[in-house]
């Protein structure tokens, strides 16, 4: 069986997918191989350059456009071609899907055969919805934001909306989840 370990996350940067300092530091913390990891977040076009740190109110309006934008037909037209093979390339993959990944990845709408694989291990999640797919949701204490979307979640931990990949506690759910999947 072979694994793959992925971000679907908001775009703070739409013009880039590199991923963040935390996000790496998670990925190198999990029990996977480099053949194992994705190293780019949604869509998963090649980085146009290194990761930059975005402003709070920069990245919570691009991501609210995401969330908003996702909902169109359009979306799912744009990105799920691009999308499907990255999820389907392996026999299992785990998503995981911070703040409004979970409502992307739902409206993305792919098929069951795109979706069959897929575990998403959703932290801080704001979604309306998710796909028919293995759901293990984590939402921290203080994140009142997940909190409202997620009210009955299958972790509850210590941390914030911002703080989710920081933490002790969600590092070690993800690593359970990769064990699981192997």
């Given at each position: 069986?072979?694994?793959?370990?992925?971000?679907?996350?908001?775009?703070?940067d739409p013009a880039n997918t590199a991923l963040s300092p935390a996000q790496l530091a998670l990925l190198d913390a999990l029990p996977v191989g480099a053949g194992e990891r994705i190293d780019v977040n949604f869509p998963y076009a090649a980085a146009s350059g290194p990761w930059r740190r975005t402003p709070l109110a920069v990245a919570s309006v691009r991501n609210g456009r995401d969330y908003l934008?996702?909902?169109?037909?359009?979306?799912?037209r744009r990105y799920?071609?691009?999308?499907?093979?990255?999820?389907?390339?392996a026999d299992r993959t785990l998503v995981l899907a911070g703040s409004c990944g979970l409502e992307l990845l739902a409206n993305l709408r792919l098929d069951r055969h795109a979706l069959a694989g897929l575990h998403v291990l959703a932290f801080g999640p704001v979604a309306r919805?998710?796909?028919?797919?293995?759901?293990?949701?984590?939402?921290?204490?203080?994140?009142?934001?997940?909190?409202?979307?997620?009210?009955?979640?299958?972790?509850?931990i210590g941390a914030g909306h911002l703080d989710y990949l920081a933490s002790p506690e969600f590092r070690a759910i993800a690593a359970r989840a990769v064990e699981r999947l192997r």
């Amino acid at each position: 069986m072979s694994l793959l370990v992925c971000f679907l996350t908001g775009r703070s940067d739409p013009a880039n997918t590199a991923l963040s300092p935390a996000q790496l530091a998670l990925l190198d913390a999990l029990p996977v191989g480099a053949g194992e990891r994705i190293d780019v977040n949604f869509p998963y076009a090649a980085a146009s350059g290194p990761w930059r740190r975005t402003p709070l109110a920069v990245a919570s309006v691009r991501n609210g456009r995401d969330y908003l934008g996702s909902r169109r037909p359009g979306f799912a037209r744009r990105y799920a071609a691009e999308v499907r093979p990255v999820l389907a390339a392996a026999d299992r993959t785990l998503v995981l899907a911070g703040s409004c990944g979970l409502e992307l990845l739902a409206n993305l709408r792919l098929d069951r055969h795109a979706l069959a694989g897929l575990h998403v291990l959703a932290f801080g999640p704001v979604a309306r919805s998710h796909p028919p797919v293995s759901l293990e949701t984590v939402v921290g204490r203080t994140d009142l934001l997940a909190r409202r979307w997620a009210p009955r979640a299958d972790h509850v931990i210590g941390a914030g909306h911002l703080d989710y990949l920081a933490s002790p506690e969600f590092r070690a759910i993800a690593a359970r989840a990769v064990e699981r999947l192997r």
